[in-house]
Structure formats: structure tokens, C-alpha cells
């Protein structure tokens, strides 16, 4: 197996991409530890990994606090006796148009999305940096490199995710520490799942693929790029959309 023996940590990796993404890695052979604030998926989908025959840890973590991201990043050293792989997964969106949006609608997206990668980052690339290996996947959007009305502090803090990756990837390259990152476009997921069928058909038709992406579309990408396969690519943003940004 590709991974197998690795670590692997996924933020945000309790449900939804993140999960999905964790289970892949698993299925390709990584021991994995999950950031989440959400306490039940969080043993639910440890339960999963481990059920695959991999360690598996389940932390609490709120990315946005230094001290918990470094405590956390220390318990899996810990534990686990290596960190070779980081997915920046944890995200969340509070939409309204610009005029009408609250200073803390703002902050609190800039805070999770943006200030909870570069958290995270700093503190496993000290580690990868350390061991002179390291693969880190962010996950961007495709409303960073495009915009979308309704959403200026997502795509303020999915595009700063991207810029951050880039910066970072020069940063590390020498220490064959690879950063990348993966823009996905209009995924299904619980949020998706709601919308009525007109709403999730308009959105179909924006896509030259014509349907929406599924969450193992992301996983896919993100295996690509903590693998082998991707050893010579950093700084890159692999867009994962149906081809609705090209």
C-alpha cells in the first residue's frame, strides 16, 4: 500500500470530505488522527479507521487555538511516533451579502478556514521539517479563485488558503516538504443533500460536467498529492470542479 505506516492527521476529518478523506488514506494503509469539534462523529469515524486495522485517534480540537493545535499535534507524536502527512479540511461558511454581513460572520469563517490552516501548518511542518518529509493538502475552494455572491469571507479565506499554500511550498521546498492544495467546485455533501431538487438541478447546468462532485471525487485528489505519485509537484492547486472555473 502506498501509505502504508504513515501518519496522517485530517482537520475537520469527523464528517462529510473530511471524513471521506480519512478513510482513504486508511484504506491506503496511514494510521490517522482526526480534528474536529464535534465529539460523537469524531468516535464514530475512529471507530471506522480502526476497523480498517489502523491506529486511529479521535482529538477535540478547535483549530483556531494555537494551544490546542500544538498540544494535539504533540499527543499524536506521542502516540503515533511520526506525522508524514497534514490535510487542512476544517471549514465552514456563514453567508450574506457584503452590505449585510456582520463583522463576527466574517471573523469567525477568516478564523476556522484561513487562521486554522496556517495554525495547523505551522505546527506539523516543523515536525515534517524535522524529519525532511512531509506532504500538506489544504483544501481551497473554487469560490477562491472565482468568487460567489453571498460568500466574500469564504472566498477572502479560501483564496487566502491559496496564496498561503503557495508561500508556504517555497518555503519548505528544500526540506522536501511538498504543500498543496485542492479547489473543489460543488460537492455532495449533507448541506447539498438539502436543497431542493430545482435548487441542486440549476447548479448541475453551471457545470460543463452537468452533476454535482461526489466526496470521494476530493478524497482522490488529496490521496494524489500526500502520495509518491505527486513528489515533484508543490505550491499547486489542483481544481476539482466538473470544469465550472476553467
Known amino acids: 500500500m502506498p501509505l502504508e505506516g504513515q501518519v496522517a492527521i485530517v482537520t475537520g476529518g469527523a464528517r462529510g470530505i473530511g471524513r471521506e478523506i480519512a478513510l482513504l488514506l486508511a484504506k491506503h494503509g496511514a494510521h490517522v488522527a482526526l480534528f474536529d469539534v464535534n465529539e460523537q462523529a469524531l468516535a464514530q469515524t475512529a471507530q471506522e479507521l480502526a476497523g480498517m486495522g489502523r491506529q486511529a485517534m479521535g482529538l477535540v480540537v478547535d483549530v483556531t487555538n494555537a494551544g490546542m493545535v500544538d498540544e494535539a499535534v504533540s499527543k499524536v507524536l506521542d502516540k503515533l511516533g511520526r ?6 479540511n476544517a471549514g465552514v461558511t456563514q453567508d450574506g451579502l457584503l452590505v449585510r454581513m456582520e ?12 487562521k486554522g490552516t496556517y495554525l495547523c501548518t505551522r505546527a506539523v511542518s516543523k515536525v515534517m521539517l524535522k524529519a525532511r518529509r512531509g506532504r ?7 469560490v477562491g479563485l472565482i468568487g460567489n455572491p ?5 472566498a477572502a ?10 508561500a508556504v511550498a517555497k518555503e519548505l521546498a528544500s526540506r522536501r516538504v511538498t504543500c498543496n492544495a485542492v479547489a473543489p467546485g460543488f460537492i455532495k455533501t449533507e448541506m447539498t443533500d438539502r436543497l431542493p431538487e430545482e435548487v441542486k438541478q440549476r447548479l448541475s447546468e453551471l457545470i460543463p460536467m452537468a452533476a454535482l462532485g ?10 494524489f498529492l500526500v502520495s509518491d505519485a505527486s513528489r515533484y509537484i508543490t505550491g499547486h492547486v489542483l481544481v476539482v470542479d466538473g470544469g465550472m472555473a476553467m
Open 83 to 88: 506525522i508524514d502527512i497534514l490535510v487542512n
Open 103 to 114: 463583522e463576527a460572520q466574517w471573523d469567525r469563517v477568516l478564523d476556522i478556514n484561513l
Open 136 to 142: 500538506i493538502v489544504s483544501i481551497a475552494s473554487i
Open 150 to 154: 453571498g460568500q466574500a469571507n469564504y
Open 157 to 166: 479565506s479560501k483564496a487566502g488558503i491559496i496564496g498561503f499554500t503557495k
Open 214 to 223: 461526489e466526496p470521494s471525487d476530493v478524497a482522490e485528489a488529496v490521496l
